[in-house]
């Protein structure tokens, strides 16, 4: 009699698994670093950052400069989903074209790395100073808590729907970036892109029915209002995942590509 | 451990229609030096880039140290430092930090990453560079940081793709040696146009051109195949007809010609293969008391190395 569990061996058993996710993260972890690290060494990172508080500090000024003002973030977090459409370009454009540019992607794409490597760790890259610029935002929000009794709940809601919001613009630059070698098309495309998807909002407001629903289910902005309205809805979340997903996805399918055409 | 480090077997690489690789098969065995020469073109860089894992064959099928480089490529990838004929480097890094990265990305442990950062630094005499931005150094230094780069974490296979292009003159003999020095304890392939390169560098040498191997030897039989006369160049201050006479007398030599420059005079000898004339035209300078300012081999150009191979006038336009 045959032992039968020496014939079903798994091909991929856990001793192959951990090796696999100690590299994976290892080299993630390289890339990420030497990215943040970049940012933070160069003007680039401060002067990103610094452009989008002065737009939404000027946003939060305004917002609160009425006569019967609103203790609450939404007055400047809508508008400020505008400024991501210029920002996250700003922001992603040389990620993969400089790499292009400087030849250096050969040197990644012969190192035993993986593709998906390089796209992870350089998302979670500009994902820290997403995240970096939006806490300096928390300013604003200390003072609404200073002068008024600011709602906690929508406050909350609306800084989880921003941090969406912000990645899913930053998924959409990257894949603009891993297109070309040129930083500037690389903004100008992925610009362009972003602006499609938030203008598909308003072009629903101007239809009706199936039509309405579908380009309203596609738009980045309408995805956004529930979360600035303080309701945190299953439904947006997995929309903003699945487009950052998509997008990841693309951009490592097409870096891989060199390897295929 | 597999004897064969490189085996290539039946590569074509086509570009939409344009064949770059035309069927070519090489062997290079563990710690042989083997050049790869060919002018800009002739399918040198896309070979390399398909050992190095970079690009895809349209058929046949390349293998670093057993593994194949499209279905093992990462294991394939373990293997090898590359240096790309444009250095890729992060100009915003210094070159510590560089290294630093690439070693981690190759896998290394703290530990043994911070010795060979200090190894590699040393052999290509960074030392007083490696703390400056990569931006901040001249093209020669690029070029060692490039090379630092590939030898840093002891890859079994080395392949430098135009390793000496673009540096100066003294750096090339540094680089050269260093290449040599590389060349006893690693595999190394390298491509390069200039034929003295190889003779200097390499055990065997395979040349290629249009996408196909067209000859492979040794470079000393290469150089007795393709060479029936030895060419010297001289700068001589001096009557040149005196000079000219003086030259024509020298044992050896089969033919001179003068040639009258913006800096002086220059002659260029021919003699019989095999015949170094060097020597006799120095001492029969010195003995005339005429001014010896320049001396040197003529070295046989890539062009006419492949109007000897191809036999082709046509290639003369390329």
């Known amino acids: 009699m045959k032992n039968v569990s020496s014939v079903a061996v798994p091909k991929l058993s856990m001793s192959g698994v951990v090796p696999f996710l100690q590299s994976t993260w290892r080299n993630t972890w390289a890339i990420f670093w030497k990215e943040t690290k970049t940012y933070f060494t160069s003007p680039m990172a401060y002067i990103i950052a610094g452009v989008f508080l002065a737009i ?25 989903t505008t400024v991501f459409i210029l920002w996250s370009p700003a922001l992603t454009m040389r990620l993969l074209a400089e790499e292009q540019k400087l030849g250096t992607l050969e040197l990644l794409m012969t190192s035993p790395i993986r593709d998906f490597e390089i796209v992870i760790g350089k998302f979670f890259a500009v994902l820290v100073i997403l995240l970096a610029t939006l806490s300096l935002t ?12 600011p709602d906690i709940g929508p406050l909350l809601s609306g800084y989880l729907g921003i941090i969406l919001f912000g990645a899913a613009t930053l998924a959409v630059g990257m894949l603009a970036s891993s297109l070309t070698s040129n930083q500037v098309v690389a903004a100008v495309v992925s610009f362009g892109f972003l602006l499609l998807m938030v203008l598909t909002n308003q072009a629903a407001d101007i239809t009706t029915g199936l039509s309405a629903q579908i380009l309203e289910g596609f738009s980045l902005s309408g995805h956004f209002e529930d979360f600035s309205r303080g309701i945190i809805d299953t439904n947006n979340i997995v929309y903003y995942f699945s487009v950052i997903a998509t997008f990841l996805f693309l951009t490592i399918r097409n870096i891989e590509s060199r390897r295929w055409r | 451990m597999p004897e064969l480090m490189i085996e290539v077997k039946g590569l074509t690489k086509y570009y939409g229609d ?31 880039r398909i050992l190095t ?12 140290a057993g593994f194949d480089t499209m279905t093992s490529s990462l294991d394939a990838r373990r293997h090898i430092g590359y240096l790309p004929e444009t250095v890729p480097l992060y100009t915003d890094m ?3 930090d560089y290294l630093r990265f690439l070693g981690t990305i190759r896998g290394m442990r703290k530990d043994r990453l911070k010795i060979r950062i200090d190894n590699a630094i040393e052999r290509v005499k960074l030392g007083d560079y490696r703390k400056s931005f990569i931006s901040k150094l001249s093209k020669g230094y690029r070029q060692r940081t490039g090379l630092a780069q590939a030898i840093l974490h002891e890859p079994e296979v080395l392949i430098l793709d135009e390793p000496t292009v673009g540096i100066d003159p003294i750096q090339v ?25 190889v003779s200097a560098t390499c055990d065997r040498v395979i040349i290629i051109n249009e996408g196909n191997i067209v000859a492979e030897d040794t470079p000393d039989n290469l ?7 030895e060419q010297v160049q001289a700068d001589i201050r001096g009557p040149s ?9 020298i044992p050896g030599v089969t033919s001179a010609r003068h040639i009258e420059t913006a800096t002086g005079s220059r002659y260029n000898i021919e003699s019989a293969s095999g015949n170094d004339v060097r020597e006799a035209v120095a001492t029969m300078v010195v003995n005339n008391s005429w001014g010896l300012l320049q001396l040197s081999v003529v070295p046989m150009s890539l062009e006419e190395i492949f109007l000897e191979l191809t036999g082709g006038e046509e290639h003369e336009d390329a």
């Open chain 2, 18 to 48: 344009h064949l770059a690789v035309d069927d070519i098969s090489f062997e290079v065995k563990k710690g042989e030096v083997v050049g790869f020469l060919g002018p800009n073109g002739s399918g040198k860089t896309t070979t390399m």
């Open chain 2, 241 to 249: 007809a005196e000079v000219i006479k003086a030259i024509r007398d």
């Open chain 2, 173 to 197: 003999v540094e680089t050269r040696q260093l290449i040599k020095e590389l060349g006893q304890e690693q595999t190394l392939l390298l491509s390069t146009h200039i034929l003295p390169e």
């Open chain 2, 53 to 64: 894992g970079y690009l895809p064959p349209s058929s046949g099928s390349a293998s670093i």
């Open chain 1, 138 to 149: 928390l300013f604003y929000t200390m003072m609404l808590f200073w002068f008024g009794d």
């Open chain 1, 56 to 80: 939404t500090g000027y946003l939060f000024v305004q917002s609160i400069s009425t006569t019967f003002p609103e203790a609450s973030i939404r007055g400047w977090l809508e508008p400020s």
């Open chain 2, 223 to 229: 150089a007795v195949r393709l060479r029936g006369t």
């Open chain 2, 94 to 96: 210094t070159v510590e």
